[in-house]
């Protein structure tokens, strides 16, 4: 047993028995994903891990990272902590897999104003829990406690993940041609952005999310907000080796301004059908209450969309097969064009 304990640094607002507490509850969480690679035992100082790189010519490494922004304050106030670490790797590893990389692991970055050990293991269960559907290891993270710099309920999240490709496999947005079609693939909710509108709109503060709204097939503001983000790792990798898919773009923020140019040439503009796009209700509901205009709804949210895969006219039924056959719902939302850049919606 650690003899360590400073009954200075307790005074000061970190107590560091705390920190070993949160340790040992959440190493059964991150145990979980130990059978994705993971050579290290929590508690060292760096995370190791083991790729492997056979049938691999000229592997490349891919990271990304990103945190879960204001949607945390939606899980603060419900105080529901099991689910916002899912929302987290989603953001990082749907990033990765749009060059066609594998996610191999992930650590975590939590910071909060005062260490409750049952509480962090609850978040870092969200975050092994994202893993498990990303089919990466967790093979680190880091707790800070910053007294005097945040209250003592508040916490921060944040991740980072590292991924691996063939140079030669890559997915390469040069290849985009016109008349290319592209594919939705739907979104579980809001996902995790475009919260500090959401949070505008409905004065969340003062909201009652609990509330149930039948324009929300009955739940509850809370619970639609908090759904977590779809992980697309899995569908997408599988697509990858069946189709040739030339280019993928995940909607995060910023919309479909913002994300869906990511995805193409310079020279090339991606026209979409509005009235293809299956909205999904709190869209409406967010639109209706906050008196949003379109372009904005398009510019801030995903609308229904986590992402979108470009791919030819005559690749388009084996991929929208082969994403059913994986469990997605997908369909065409438009398509490529050389008329213009950037975005058209009409």
């Not at 010519?57 to 689910?83: C, F, Q, W, Y």
């Not at 992930?106 to 893993?131: R, S």
């Not at 709190?282 to 801030?300: A, V, Y």
Request: glycine fraction near 10%; hydrophobic fraction near 40%; charge should be negative.
């Amino acid at each position: 047993m650690s003899k360590s304990f400073s009954e200075s640094y307790k005074e000061a607002g970190v107590d560091i028995t705390a920190g070993y507490e949160s340790v040992e509850l959440m190493k059964e969480h991150i145990a979980r994903t130990s059978v994705f690679g993971n050579m290290s035992d929590i508690g060292g100082f760096g995370g190791s891990f083991q790729p492997d790189l056979s049938g691999m010519e000229n592997p490349v490494l891919v990271s990304g990272t990103d945190g879960v922004g204001t949607k945390l304050r939606i899980a603060e106030l419900m105080d529901v902590h099991d689910t916002i670490g899912i929302d987290c790797v989603a953001m990082c590893v749907n990033d990765i897999i749009c060059v066609g990389a594998k996610p191999l692991f992930f650590l975590d970055y939590i910071a909060c104003g005062k260490n409750k050990p049952e509480k962090i293991a609850e978040i870092v269960k969200g975050v092994a829990e994202g893993c498990i559907r990303a089919q990466v290891a967790l093979v680190g993270g880091e707790t800070a406690e910053h007294p005097g710099m945040m209250p003592e309920d508040d916490y921060d999240l944040a991740g980072f993940t590292v991924g691996i490709v063939d140079k030669n496999k890559a997915l390469n947005k040069e290849n985009v041609e016109p008349g290319d079609i592209i594919i939705a693939l739907p979104s579980s909710g809001v996902h995790s952005n475009g919260f500090s509108l959401v949070r505008k709109v409905f004065d969340i503060e003062n909201a009652d999310l609990n509330k149930i709204y039948p324009q929300l097939d009955n739940k509850t503001l809370g619970e639609v907000l908090l759904t977590p983000t779809e992980i697309y790792v899995r569908p997408i990798l599988k697509l990858i080796e069946k189709v040739n898919v030339k280019s993928i773009a995940h909607i995060t923020g910023g919309g479909f301004y913002e994300n869906i140019p990511r995805a193409l040439p310079d020279n090339l503009g991606a026209s979409i059908k509005e009235e293809a796009v299956k909205i999904l209700p709190i869209f409406n509901l967010i639109q209706e209450k906050g008196d949003i205009t379109k372009h904005d709804m398009f510019n801030t949210f995903n609308m229904g969309v986590g992402m979108i895969v470009i791919v030819s006219p005559g690749e388009k039924e084996e991929t929208i097969r082969g994403l059913e056959e994986e469990g997605l719902k997908p369909y065409k939302i438009g398509y490529v064009s050389d008329e213009f850049e950037g975005v058209e919606i009409c």
